[in-house]
């Protein structure tokens, strides 16, 4: 069973660089058969969906955040990340990580989400 | 990009009802149709895929249709553990858009 965890700092300033790692348990980042990637929920409001990234390195991203977003993977660890910079406020949410088929158009596995808070 | 809008917003509705939540798009897409479960706390959970595919393990009142534009999600008869937000998602084409969520409450 395919777990995701992801983990990072609670707390960002402003203007900063939010980061934040997703680690895979039961399954490799390596795989062809999988999409892997970054959504996110502000407190109170909906999903966003933010990336994913592809075993060959490929990435794929949502123009709103684009200029800012950068997605990679560490195969050796087994873990994707996430790095938004010059955080704002808005940027204050909970940041799930999530895998999707290759072939497939849903996110079937979830991380348990991660509250980042940005603020000085 | 593809505006996904979900009706309604809102909903209050007792156990045992039928409920049904539209889920429109601003493109016509080809069925990569997604619908999710959220509680409170909770990461969200994947219900339908491909319009009206089951994910394993989720109870048969679940059903989705739809096609090109407009999608549903049905709960034939609705159980206390139902009562949560639901969203849809089109994976057809970059960015991976959802819809802004509906609330499903006990009346």
């Known amino acids: 069973q395919v777990q995701l965890q992801e983990s990072g700092p609670g707390l960002v300033k402003p203007s900063e660089t939010l980061s934040l790692t997703c680690t895979v348990s039961g399954d490799s980042i390596n795989s062809s058969s999988y999409f892997w990637g970054w959504i996110r929920q502000p407190p109170g409001k909906g999903l966003e969906w933010i990336g994913s990234?592809?075993?060959?390195?490929?990435?794929y991203y949502n123009p709103s955040l684009k200029s800012r977003v950068t997605i990679s993977g560490d195969p050796s660890k087994n873990q994707f990340s996430l790095k938004l910079s010059s955080a704002t406020a808005a940027d204050t949410a909970v940041y799930y990580c999530?895998?999707?088929?290759?072939?497939?158009?849903?996110?079937?596995?979830w991380g348990q989400g991660t509250l980042v808070t940005v603020s000085s | 990009d593809i505006q996904l809008t979900q009706s309604p917003s809102f909903l209050s509705a007792s156990v045992g009802d039928r409920v049904t939540i539209t889920c429109r798009t601003s493109?016509?897409?080809?069925?990569?149709l997604a619908w999710y479960q959220q509680k409170p706390g909770k990461a969200p959970n994947l219900l339908i895929y491909?319009?009206?595919t089951l994910q394993s393990g989720v109870p048969s009142r679940f059903g989705g249709s739809g096609s090109w534009t407009e999608f549903t999600l049905t709960i034939s008869s609705l159980q206390p553990e139902d009562f949560a937000t639901y969203y849809c998602q089109q994976l057809n084409s970059y960015p991976h858009t959802f819809g802004q969520g509906t609330r499903l409450e006990i009346k």
């Open positions: 491909a319009t009206s």
């Open positions: 990234i592809y075993y060959t390195g490929s990435t």
């Open positions: 999530a895998r999707r088929p290759y072939s497939g158009g849903y996110f079937a596995y």
């Open positions: 493109q016509g897409i080809s069925g990569y």
